[in-house]
């Protein structure tokens, strides 16, 4: 059994900047792409953006230059450092990870974390 577990929302005003995490609790697993996800009410959920094993990146155009992923694969742990922050990143963020266990890979969904910017 591995578990995403988010932290680091809340609510910060525009052009500030939050750091959410993931970690993957468990054993016996490998990760090997994690990513980034949101979604807003009425709306599917959007690739915020990736990282591969070997660290690396990519981003979605509305968050380029702002966002910055990164991983301690030590720590199995994902982040999001969201710099510049806008209204319009309000949003359920969500991570994914692609693990390999028990011979088989599978795409791992944490329970989302709120951010919310206000004006």
């Known amino acids: 059994q591995v578990q995403l577990v988010e932290s680091g929302g809340g609510l910060v005003q525009a052009g500030g900047s939050l750091r959410l995490s993931c970690a993957a609790t468990?054993?016996?697993?490998?990760?090997?792409?994690m990513a980034w996800y949101r979604q807003v009410p009425g709306k599917e959920r959007e690739l915020v953006g990736f990282i591969s094993s070997d660290e690396a990146t990519n981003y979605a155009d509305s968050v380029k230059g702002r966002f910055t992923i990164s991983r301690d694969n030590a720590k199995n742990t994902l982040y999001l450092q969201m710099n510049a922050l806008k209204p319009e990143d309000t949003a359920v963020y969500y991570c994914?990870?692609?693990?390999?266990?028990?011979?088989?890979?599978?795409?791992?969904w944490g329970q989302g974390t709120q951010v919310t910017v206000s004006s």
């Open positions: 994914n990870a692609k693990i390999f266990r028990n011979l088989k890979f599978t795409f791992y």
């Open positions: 468990g054993s016996a697993f490998s990760i090997r792409t």
